[in-house]
């Protein structure tokens, strides 16, 4: 089995990158390819642009990705209560080539941030909408104020419940 993971954040300090890295480790036997969206940064999404340069290289590439996996993996950053504008810009230029996106892959979803919410506003919007463009929600996971939860230097959820709960939902994962 092959996992495709990422963040929905192009911070090199990524706090959901952080987290989808841990929840990577807990699926057993998988063959898992972390992502970094810094490496597909396409020019800001616009008519004009893609009628000037046609397909941006980097969204062929990162859904070239996306098909190569069994499962995807994906923790969004919240940026004022919605996607980061580094996952907004690749997943548009991504569905202007192919609208079902996340090809139907099953997926578990995940979000973190500093607050007390874990970034439930973006989890909220992204149930909703991602669905719309192929992504197979099997699980979703929320991880409330980072910085009190989790441990960066072992990079583990070092809150017992939560981390307890993630693990169950690795366990349950259905593909």
Known sequence: MKIIAFAGSNSSKSINKKLVTYA????????VEILDLRDYQAPLFS???????????????????????DMLLISLAENNGNYSTAFKNIFDWCSRIEKDVFQKKPTLLMATSPGGRGGKGVLEIAQSNLPRYGADIKAVFSLP??????NVENNTISNEELDNELKQTVSNFKF
């Open 24 to 31: 990577s480790s807990l699926f057993n036997n998988a063959e």
């Open 47 to 69: 008519v004009d642009v893609e009628k000037e340069i046609g397909q941006a290289e980097e969204a062929l590439a990162f859904l070239e990705k996306l098909k190569s996996a």
């Open 145 to 150: 104020s980072f910085n009190d939860n989790f």
